[in-house]
Every structure is written in C-alpha cells, then in structure tokens.
C-alpha cells in the first residue's frame, strides 16, 4: 500500500524567503507526481506534474522535483509572497489510484 | 471548458437520509476518483473507476456506493447517511500519466 508523506505540516515565513517543502513516498513504482495548492474553502489546483521519468518541472517561480528511487520529491517556491499561502498537496500515481499526502500548511507574512 | 463538474455544491441531509452526488467529466478520462476530505486527514479514497462500467474500493469505503455507468459519469451514493459522513468530497479524472482534474467540492453536513 503506498503511503505518501509530506514535511512539514506547517510553515510560516517572512515574505521574500525562498523554502522548500518535501513529500516522500514507500511505493517507487509510480506514473507520476502531481503538486496541488488549495485555498481555505476551495477546490484543488494543480500546479506541477513530473512524470516518472522525469527529475524536474518548472513554472515559474516554483520547481520540483522527483526521485524515485529514494521515493521523495521537493516544492521549491523562490521569492515567496503572501498570495502563495495555502495548502500545498502531493499526490503520487501509481496502478489504478491516486494517494495524496496531508499536506503543508503554508503562511508567508507580509 | 467544463473540466469536472460536481453536483451539488452544498447540502445539508438529516441522519438516515439518502442522496446521491453527481461528478461529470467531458475529458474522456478513463480513470475517475471519489476523495472525501475531513481536517488533518487530507484526501483519503472511497471508491475509484478505471473504465466504463467498473468500480473498486479505495480507503474508507463503507457506507457508499458507487456507479460508473456511462464514461464520463461516476455517481457517490450515501444509502442511509450518518454524522460521521459530513465532510468535503472531492472527484477526479485522469488518464494514465496525465495530470488529474479535480471538481470544485460537495460540502456536506449530516445532522
């Protein structure tokens, strides 16, 4: 059974810092790793998806990547602002299903 | 461009009620998810599709059932609701290696 892990479970800096927030996983045999950011009261956005052959996607001011032997991905987020707040979600594909870890709670202050 | 559409958006059922929720999906995806979400436990499973016409458990399916009868339509049914039940619910679509979409959420209390 894959289980997903994400550390830590909250976060909060100062506004301008660079942080990376982490997901690990038991199951390397997987299709794919896809990041998701949710707003309080809201559905799931996706952000990032790395394909298992992949080491790493871009966009914009984040970047993540996987490897999978080790069975861990990062979120890196440069230049964070207070508008990047929210619940930041890894979710790993593998078979039939899609396992997500609990997330990280993120807050930048102004 | 729909991507997942969930009906309804919020509801409110008394126990023992029942009702169904409705997630449409007009990607052609093979692969359709029903997640409930409740504080500190993220998005655990019920139940998942892989096709037209299958079903299979995921996490925590008891209490619901669930129907794939055309592709782009997977029903969540709660037969006789409990308070245990109120939560977020969540579906999604994906096929293969490609990104998952996700519907915007069911908020739904038992009381």
């Known amino acids: 059974k894959q289980e997903v892990t994400q550390i830590p479970a909250a976060l909060s800096v100062p506004e301008g810092e660079n942080l990376v927030l982490n997901c690990s996983f038991t199951?390397?045999?997987?299709?794919?790793l896809q990041w998701f950011r949710q707003d309080p009261g809201k559905g799931l956005t996706s952000l990032l998806l790395?394909?298992?052959?992949?080491r790493e996607q871009t966009s914009g001011r984040l970047n993540a990547s996987l490897d999978k032997s080790s069975g861990r991905s990062t979120l890196y987020i440069a230049a964070s602002q207070p508008g990047d707040s929210a619940t930041y979600l890894c979710?790993?594909?593998?078979?039939?299903?899609?396992?997500f870890g609990e997330g990280t709670q993120l807050t930048v202050n102004p | 461009n729909a991507g997942v559409t969930q009906t309804p958006k919020f509801r409110v059922l008394k126990t023992g009620q029942s009702m169904t929720l409705l997630c449409a999906q007009d990607?052609?995806?093979?692969?359709m998810y029903w997640y409930r979400q409740d504080p500190g436990m993220g998005l655990r499973l019920i139940h998942y599709?892989?096709?037209?016409?299958?079903?299979a458990k995921g996490e925590v399916p008891d209490g619901y059932n669930v129907s794939r009868l055309k592709k782009q339509n997977f029903l969540l049914g709660l037969e006789s609701a409990a308070p245990s039940q109120t939560s977020v619910y969540f579906c999604?679509?994906?096929?293969?290696?490609?990104?998952?979409?996700f519907g915007q959420g069911t908020r739904l209390t038992v009381v």
């Open positions: 599709s892989v096709g037209e016409g299958t079903t």
């Open positions: 199951d390397s045999a997987i299709y794919n």
């Open positions: 790395i394909q298992s052959s992949q």
């Open positions: 990607m052609n995806h093979e692969y």
């Open positions: 979710a790993v594909k593998g078979g039939s299903r899609l396992t």
């Open positions: 999604a679509s994906n096929t293969g290696g490609v990104e998952a979409f």
